[in-house]
């Protein structure tokens, strides 16, 4: 595609229940980030992909959160057992390599209610 | 650890104005300074790549410089337009990490 897609752009969901967040990387970009920006806070890195590894997933806030990449394409993010506080954008980026121009999605907006 | 601060949080100026928003990073060992624009519950747009090894770059009214050393960056918009209005970030690439740490943005209102 032309750019990162997101999907879902929206997703309320009931606290206590798993959630799936998808990101389309543009084509042919073997490194793959995901950000979560708070309301009114700045952006917190989550877990970086080069390829289908994962060599930094440090900022993943919890056991409750976990991400995987296949074909070095779509990366999923899944949120188990979900909190109020995990509402959030989560914001998904790629780039060609880890050290050039990064692009981003447009986001999913999480609500836990 | 890696700290990005922006300066100012918020700036509202009428249209026509010429700007510099600022971007400081404490760790001088980066790959590369990367300015964003994020429009209000939209994605974030790139909008200039300064490479280490690079002082500025430019693209339309937007000129961005990069001083390794003193671990600054500033973003200069030249002739201000309403439609400039946007939370701008910076974000910066350190040598020994491959993700990007964010400074927590500049809010820019320009108005007729």
């Known amino acids: 595609g032309a750019g990162v897609s997101q999907s879902p752009s929206n997703k309320v969901t009931e606290k206590g229940k798993d959630v799936e967040l998808r990101c389309d990387p543009i084509s042919g970009h073997t490194a793959l980030y995901w950000y979560r920006q708070s309301l009114g806070q700045g952006l917190e890195f989550l877990i970086y992909f080069q390829g289908n590894s994962a060599p930094d997933k440090s900022g993943l806030p919890s056991d409750r959160f976990s991400a995987e990449r296949t074909g070095g394409s779509v990366s999923t993010l899944t949120i188990q057992r979900t909190q109020q506080e995990d509402s959030a954008v989560y914001l998904c980026a790629s780039s060609t390599t880890a050290n050039t121009e990064a692009f981003f999605g447009q986001g999913t907006r999480l609500t836990v209610v | 650890k890696q700290e990005v601060t922006q300066i100012p949080a918020a700036l509202s100026v009428p249209e026509g104005e010429n700007l510099v928003l600022n971007c400081s990073f404490t760790d001088s060992a980066i790959y590369n300074l990367q300015w964003f624009r994020q429009d209000p519950g939209k994605g974030l747009t790139s909008l200039l790549l300064?490479?280490?090894?690079?002082r500025e770059q430019t693209s339309g009214r937007l000129n961005a410089s990069l001083d390794k050393s003193s671990g600054r960056s500033t973003l200069y918009i030249a002739a201000s337009q309403p439609g400039d209005s946007a939370t701008y970030l910076c974000?910066?690439?350190?040598?020994?990490?491959?993700?990007?740490?964010f400074g927590t943005g500049t809010r820019l209102q320009v108005f007729p």
């Open positions: 300064i490479q280490s090894s690079q």
């Open positions: 974000a910066v690439r350190g040598r020994n990490t491959d993700k990007l740490i």
